[in-house]
Each structure stands twice: as C-alpha cells, then as structure tokens.
C-alpha cells in the first residue's frame, strides 16, 4: 500500500504543477496581446485584424482554463483516493489491535 500512497502523492503533485502551467499559459494568452507594426514587438498576433486575434485569444484562454480546470479535478480525485488509502490503513490497524487486546482477555478481578 505505500507504493500506492507515493504514487498517488507525486500524481498530485505533478497534476497540481500542471494545473498551475496551463492556467498561466491561459492567462498570458487573455492578457498579453502587442500588434505592432514590427514583427519582433508582436506577441500573440495570429491574423491582421485585432478582433480577430482578440477572438482567437479568447478561444485559446478557454481551452488552456478547461485543462487547467480538468487537471485540478484529477489532483483532488487522487488525493481523495490517497486519504481512502489511509483510512483504510488506519482501519485495519485499529482492528488487528482490538483483536489483539480480546484475545488476551479480561484481566482478574
């Protein structure tokens, strides 16, 4: 059980990190937009007209905002699996240990 309990710890992690990357990307696509008219100056500049990279911007914040989302679900789901493993753990343990304690019996009165 704990290679299951590290591997959903560092699955966590790396959906969280991820999560963190798209939701940036996404963000720097909403906010950063420079159409100069020299192309070194021009950041997320796809076509001539502005409303249209304004368009093709926001549909780009959306996707990269849908897997930013998508990745925290997955990170939350995990770690509800890790606190079931855990708690399973636990479970099992307290039992063998109320077990152990019955089969020793009652001490004399």
Known sequence: MNNIKNLCT???????????????????????????????????????????????????????????????VISALFGVLRCYIVYDESKESIIAAVKQNDNEGLPPL
């Open 10 to 72: 560092w699955v966590i992690v790396f959906f969280i990190i991820l999560g963190v990357i798209f939701g940036c990307i996404g963000f720097n696509k909403k906010n950063v937009y420079v159409n100069s008219e020299y192309d070194v100056i021009n950041k997320n500049v796809y076509v001539g007209g502005d409303a249209y990279n304004f368009i093709i911007n926001g549909t780009y914040f959306v996707g990269y905002s849908v897997l930013c989302g998508a990745s925290f």
